[in-house]
């Protein structure tokens, strides 16, 4: 089993900047890509950013050149620096991480953008 734990949501202002963490813990070594999903009312969820273990990195066309997603391997963490965002950035982000016959999920954190 492996438990993801994310902090870093809130409130910003269009044009401003968040960074979510999440720290994984239990069978670490199991563990290949780790990424950002999001989902918005009334929308599917979707992949934000995911980065391999060997640190090959995927975005989405939404987010590139705007949010950077980063791993520390010897921390168990992924971080993902949100840049320039966006109304439409607004959703639940959920941190993932994927063995070879699981996926797993942190509990969500709440990202909103307004004025």
């Excluded at 813990?25 to 290949?32: D, E, K, L, P």
């Excluded at 929308?43 to 090959?56: C, D, P």
């Excluded at 941190?95 to 004025?115: D, E, F, K, L």
Aim: proline fraction near 3%; glycine fraction near 10%; charge should be positive.
């Amino acid at each position: 089993q492996v438990q993801l734990v994310e902090s870093g949501g809130g409130l910003v202002q269009p044009g401003g900047s968040l960074r979510l963490s999440c720290v994984a813990s239990g069978i670490i070594f199991s563990i290949n890509d780790m990424g950002w999903y999001r989902q918005a009312p009334g929308k599917q969820r979707e992949l934000v950013a995911v980065i391999t273990s060997a640190g090959s990195t995927n975005y989405a066309d939404s987010v590139k050149g705007r949010f950077t997603i980063f791993r520390d391997n010897a921390k168990n963490t992924v971080d993902l620096q949100m840049n320039s965002l966006k109304p439409e950035d607004t959703a639940v982000y959920y941190c993932n991480a994927n063995s070879a016959r699981y996926a797993y999920w942190g509990q969500g954190t709440q990202v909103t953008v307004s004025s």
